[in-house]
């Protein structure tokens, strides 16, 4: 089955048609216009110029997509959760091209996106990798700009939320902090590259809610740790930004993963999935493949890590299947949707 996939529900306008059987998922066209640079002017994205880019970036991309392609058998676009400036455009172009190729359209959750960019093969690669590498229950930590979940999947298409943070997610704690240090945004990239030369053990960060009896994280007292150790050091003594940065990412890390790694023996996850943008991480990658021993970890390949299409390509397969389809003129946006009870 071919599906057209939209993505718009941030700073990412993203495209993508994929081949998809009960044996996975192969990428046949992909094209995404990011808004990093126009949005980088304002220190993070601004909903308002978001929408007006995507409005603008969105059909010539579906063309480039589309142009050595026949009509797909199915449209996937995220309807939610995310800015609904962005999430209109998508649905808006969905729904057109729905109505006038008369083809079934999917309303996509976001997150059950990121879920499965781990079923997608490298880019570039003909290999799908087969659905069966998910293993139920699966854990899968979503760790991004606007979420930092933990998630219980128990089937495709069925899951339960099992911890979530009280206040920041973990990659807006990163682009705060890469603010507060006078880096570009989006800041964890800038931060993880900082990091890899510097003392992981220079500065002491709180780890919030580690050791607490439950899933939850909470990002914003660090955060605030991070800018008090800035008001009343400073970085060209004894402790450099590269040990700022690491001893930062490690505190977020230490947490992402020992919570992790509890809530996987307590909930006897027979894989554990990590996704969401800050999943590009390397020292979250390496940190979490060295704490699992006794499961499998899927990672999204690099390029997948980001808000992309393709994922929601993938994990629309499932909905296809089952025809959990949506009248083109009933779809709607939805800003807070949540795919978990
Ligand atoms: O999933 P995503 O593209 O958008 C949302 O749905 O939020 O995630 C973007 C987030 C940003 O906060 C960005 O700073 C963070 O992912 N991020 C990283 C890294 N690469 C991206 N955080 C830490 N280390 C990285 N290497
Ligand atoms: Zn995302």
Redesign the pocket.
């Known amino acids: 089955m071919k599906i057209l996939a939209i993505e718009s ?2 700073d ?1 306008t993203s495209v993508a048609l994929l081949e998809v059987t009960d044996t996975g998922a192969v990428v046949i066209a992909e094209k995404t216009a990011s808004q990093i640079e126009i949005h980088k002017k304002y220190g993070g994205v601004v909903p308002e110029v978001a929408g007006r880019m995507h409005a603008e970036n969105i059909l010539p991309v579906v063309e480039e997509v589309m142009k050595d392609n026949d009509k797909p058998d199915a449209i996937a676009v995220t309807s939610g959760p995310g800015l609904i400036t962005g999430l209109l455009v998508g649905v808006e172009v969905a729904k057109s091209l729905s109505y006038i190729w008369g083809v079934p359209l999917i309303g996509m959750n ?1 997150i059950e996106g ?1 879920v499965h960019s781990v079923l997608l093969p490298e880019p570039g690669s003909t290999e799908a990798i087969p659905f069966s590498t998910i293993q139920f229950p699966a854990l899968a930590l979503i760790a ?4 930092t979940s933990l998630i219980l999947m128990k089937d495709f298409g069925e899951y339960e939320l099992v911890g979530n943070t009280r206040d920041d ?4 704690a ?2 705060k902090v890469a603010k507060m240090l006078d880096l570009p945004y ?4 800038k ?2 590259k900082l990091a890899e030369t510097g003392n992981i053990k220079a500065i002491s960060f709180p780890r919030p809610m580690m050791k607490d009896d439950n899933f939850d994280f909470s990002f914003a007292g660090l955060k605030t740790a991070a800018l008090y150790w800035l008001r009343d050091n400073d970085l060209d003594g004894d402790v450099s930004i590269n040990d700022f940065c690491a001893s930062f990412e490690q505190a977020i890390v230490d947490v992402l993963v020992a919570k992790t790694i509890r809530a996987q023996k307590e909930f006897n996850a027979k894989t554990v999935i990590l996704a ?3 999943s ?3 020292k ?1 990658r390496q940190t979490l493949e060295e704490s699992i021993d006794d499961v499998p970890l899927l990672l999204p390949p690099r390029s997948y ?3 992309n299409a393709a994922m929601i390509g993938v994990a629309a397969y499932h909905h296809a299947k089952k025809e959990q389809f949506v009248n083109w003129k009933e779809i709607e946006a939805n800003p807070n949707w949540k795919i978990y009870q």
Do not use: K, R, W
């Not at 991004?144 to 979420?147: D, I, N, R, V």
């Not at 997610?169 to 807006?172: S, T, Y």
């Not at 989006?186 to 990239?189: F, Q, S, V």
């Open positions: 529900s941030c990412d976001h990121h991004s700009g606007g979420h997610a973990a990659g807006e990163f682009d989006p800041g964890g990239p931060i993880s969401g943008g800050v590009a991480n390397t979250l890590c980001m808000d």
